[in-house]
């Protein structure tokens, strides 16, 4: 099992910037990657970024591209994105996702974190 926990979401004006983080506890050694997904309201669940735990890849969903950047403390097992230049279409909660080694998909999820981006 691992467990995530979130912090950083909140209240933000466009152009603003904003930071998530997300710990990892538990059996950590088994984490392959870590990242964010989102949910609007009457939208999807959708990829925001993502990173590889030891080779530390990134991905990034296009229209985050340029804005965003995660990075990773793997000592402290804890991701961040880092989020700026934030649009009203950035509302959303956030998830913080992680996949184990062996794993097609994210298996472990968080609670989620609200983002809302005034205009």
């Known amino acids: 099992q691992v467990q995530l926990a979130e912090s950083g979401g909140g209240l933000v004006q466009a152009g603003g910037s904003l930071r998530l983080s997300c710990a990892a506890s538990g059996r950590n050694y088994r984490i392959n990657s870590m990242g964010w997904f989102r949910q609007a309201p009457g939208k999807e669940r959708e990829i925001v970024a993502v990173i590889e735990w030891r080779g530390g890849n990134t991905y990034f969903a296009d229209d985050v591209k340029g804005r965003f950047t995660i990075s990773r403390d793997n000592a402290k097992y804890t991701v961040y994105l880092q989020m700026n230049s934030l649009k009203p279409e950035d509302t959303a909660v956030y998830y913080c996702?992680?996949?184990?080694?062996?794993?097609?998909?994210?298996?472990?999820w968080g609670q989620g974190t609200q983002v809302t981006v005034s205009s």
């Open positions: 996702v992680v996949k184990t080694l062996g794993r097609a998909e994210y298996d472990y």
